[in-house]
C-alpha cells in the first residue's frame, strides 16, 4: 500500500486512526531521484535506510535500499528474512560495499525485515498504519533493531513533516529541533548537514577545553 493514499483503519482498542494522504512523492535524502522516490514509494526502504544510518554518510545509508534491490532483486520482506545470510551479506559486502560494517548490517536488515514479515505481514507501513495512537507508533519503532532514541525521534518526525503520518498524540512526541523531517530540498540537506557539522564542531571544542 505504501503511502500513496490516505489511511484509516479500526485497531484492536475500537478506536479510528486516521492517516492523512502523502505530502511528497520523494524524500531528498540522497541527491538520486531514484533513490529518495524508492524511501517513498516502498515503506520498506525507508526503514532499512534509517536502520545503515550510523558511522556513513546519510546519502550513503539512505541510497543502500536502491542499491540493495537491484543486487537481490527485491526489497520484500518476507524474501530478506528468509534469504541465506551469507548470501544477504555478500550483496552488502560486495564492491561498493552498501556499508562500513556491511556484515553486520546485513544481519541487522534481515532481522528489521523479519520483525516486520512476522508482526506485520511483510507491509512495513502497518507499523504506523495500525498504530492506536503516537504513543504506540513510538514503541513499534522502538522495537526495531538499532532503533534507539534518536532515530525513533528522527523517523517520526519524517514521518508526520514529511508523509503525512499524524496518529493521535503526534505533536507531543515529535523533536523541538530540526531534523530529517524537515529536509524538503536539496538545499535544505546541505543547512541540515552544515547545521549538523558546527553542532559537532561546538561540541569538540567544548570537550577539548
Do not use: N
Not at 48 to 60: E, N, S, W, Y
Amino acid at each position: 500500500e505504501g503511502f500513496e493514499r490516505a489511511h484509516s483503519r479500526r485497531v484492536s482498542r475500537g478506536t479510528l486512526v486516521a492517516v492523512s494522504a502523502t505530502k511528497v512523492d520523494q524524500l531528498y535524502f540522497t541527491g538520486d531521484d531514484r533513490a529518495d522516490r524508492l524511501l517513498v514509494e516502498e515503506p520498506i526502504a525507508l526503514l532499512i535506510g534509517f536502520a545503515l544510518d550510523q558511522q556513513v554518510p546519510l546519502q550513503r545509508a539512505f541510497a543502500a535500499p536502491l542499491e540493495l534491490k537491484r543486487r537481490i532483486g527485491t526489497l520484500d520482506a518476507g524474501a530478506i528474512a528468509s534469504m541465506d545470510p551469507a548470501a544477504l551479506e555478500k550483496a552488502f559486502k560486495t564492491k561498493p560495499a552498501l556499508h562500513r560494517f556491511p556484515g553486520s548490517m546485513a544481519k541487522r536488515t534481515q532481522e528489521l525485515c523479519s520483525i516486520v514479515e512476522e508482526r506485520y505481514g511483510g507491509d512495513a507501513a502497518r507499523i504506523w498504519t495500525e498504530a492506536s495512537d503516537a504513543k504506540d507508533l513510538e514503541q513499534r519503532l522502538y522495537d526495531l533493531p538499532g532503533f534507539g532514541d534518536m532515530k525513533v525521534r528522527t523517523i517520526l518526525a519524517v514521518l508526520a513533516k514529511q508523509l503525512g503520518v499524524r496518529p493521535e498524540g503526534m505533536d507531543a512526541i515529535l523533536p523541538q529541533h530540526p531534523t530529517l523531517g524537515d529536509v524538503d530540498s536539496p538545499q535544505k540537506l546541505e543547512e541540515y548537514q552544515a547545521a549538523k557539522r558546527a553542532h559537532k564542531a561546538t561540541l569538540g571544542a567544548k570537550q577539548s577545553q
